[in-house]
């Protein structure tokens, strides 16, 4: 039991310095296009698409919300926020990198608005769990909003601030996401890139609060 506790001790806190894992100099394999659209993975993207970076839980079910959305142009999976460089999927798992689940989301700003994909991301799945969402547990599981540039940024604290004020009608429950500038984003392998496309039946643990999100007004 002891072993147990250490090990769950282990998953609910971010590491300390010399506690993370070492990684690797070179970016894990991963997939090369998109296994929905053919497009990409890595880019290039066309001009005037813009980048936001999501974690809501499991990013199997993440990003298939987000690659369904009018106006993605590509989604990818992957881990941010972290210490360890290049990590494995297995890694991550342990706690001991930092990271955690992410999704990459490259977007048209003139088909869909980042307002609209922060409405995705407040509505479906619980951002005031801490370091888990539903029955997964540990760091890799936290809420987190990766801003690329001050207006993302603006409009993630904004649209945070308006989701705060709905639950507190509600039940109260305080918000645990991160917001904070884009760190690097690193690629997950092939095998979860749009797992569920490939695994239609696959597992999806999201599960959202039921309560609406206002902040296309409050965050436009």
């Not at 998953?11 to 394999?29: C, Q, S, T």
Request: charged share 15%.
């Amino acid at each position: 039991m002891f072993f147990l506790s250490d090990m769950l001790n282990k998953k609910l806190h971010l590491p300390k310095p010399g506690e993370a894992l070492p990684g690797r100099d070179r970016p894990i394999p991963t997939a090369t296009t998109h296994h929905v659209s053919g497009h990409p993975l890595k880019g290039p993207y066309p001009e005037g698409l813009e980048m936001a970076m999501f974690g809501m839980g499991c990013f199997w079910g993440a990003e298939r919300l987000f690659w369904q959305m009018p106006g993605v142009w590509v989604t990818a999976v992957g881990f941010a926020g972290g210490v360890t460089p290049n990590p494995t999927y297995q890694e991550t798992c342990t706690g001991l990198t930092g990271h955690t689940e992410v999704v990459l989301v490259v977007f048209d700003p003139k088909i869909v608005s980042y307002s609209e994909l922060l409405k995705l991301f407040w509505e479906e799945h619980d951002p005031t769990q801490g370091m888990r969402q539903g029955n997964d547990v540990g760091t890799t599981y936290r809420s987190a909003i990766y801003t690329f540039g001050e207006e993302q940024q603006r409009q993630a604290v904004a649209s945070r601030d308006a989701y705060q004020a709905a639950l507190n009608a509600v039940s109260g429950s305080r918000i645990t996401t991160e917001i904070a500038p884009a760190p690097e984003f690193y690629f997950a392998e092939a095998d979860h890139q749009q797992y569920l496309s490939k695994n239609p039946y696959g597992y999806c643990g999201l599960k959202g609060t039921g309560v609406s999100c206002p902040i296309p007004a409050a965050a436009a």
